[in-house]
């Protein structure tokens, strides 16, 4: 996976081709269509990075430090995240590292069970469930 800073071509790629569970994320906790949430997400954070799988846009990451939570990690993948989910984690494990702050945390769909996985692997533990807009969501937290 190739890692550079997101463009607007590149949220507009994944836009057309976000995986849908994650579609509903953006839609669930954001109230946004797919380009306006990603946007969103790229504007509010501290830094954020496309990963390109086969020369194409495949996911957006990024992460924004607020103050009693510590650093939201958000992470939007296209359909094909399960031919390329062993280089994915390999490459935002070296994200994460460079995020700021000691403690990471992400809300994930839980219905959302490819971010569940991830997450998981990447040292993240659930730290309860809420409810948003009828859709059950849990925290994942991570200290580093």
């Known amino acids: 996976m190739k890692v550079r800073h997101v463009t607007d071509a590149d949220i507009a790629y994944l836009a057309r081709n976000l995986k849908d569970v994650?579609?509903?994320?953006?839609?669930?906790?954001?109230?946004?269509?797919?380009?306006?949430g990603i946007l969103a997400s790229v504007r509010s954070s501290d830094s954020s990075y496309a990963l390109s799988h086969a020369g194409k846009p495949a996911v957006a990451i990024g992460?924004?430090?607020?103050?009693?939570q510590?650093?939201?990690?958000?992470?939007?993948?296209?359909?094909d995240v399960r031919r390329y989910a062993s280089s994915l984690t390999r490459?935002?494990?070296?994200?994460?590292?460079?995020?700021?702050?000691?403690r990471l945390y992400n809300y994930v769909l839980k219905a959302n069970r490819t971010s569940v996985q991830w997450l998981q692997y990447l040292e993240f533990t659930q730290d309860g469930t809420f409810d948003i807009?009828?859709?059950?969501?849990?925290?994942?937290?991570?200290?580093?």
């Not at 994650?22 to 797919?34: L, S």
């Not at 992460?63 to 009693?68: M, N």
């Not at 009828?134 to 994942?140: D, R, W």
Request: glycine residues 10%; neutral net charge.
């Open 63 to 68: 992460g924004h430090s607020t103050c009693a």
């Open 91 to 102: 490459v935002t494990r070296e994200i994460l590292r460079g995020l700021q702050g000691k």
């Open 70 to 79: 510590g650093t939201l990690v958000w992470l939007l993948t296209d359909n």
């Open 22 to 36: 994650d579609r509903a994320e953006v839609f669930h906790t954001m109230g946004e269509q797919p380009f306006e």
């Open 133 to 144: 807009n009828g859709e059950i969501f849990l925290k994942m937290r991570r200290y580093l």
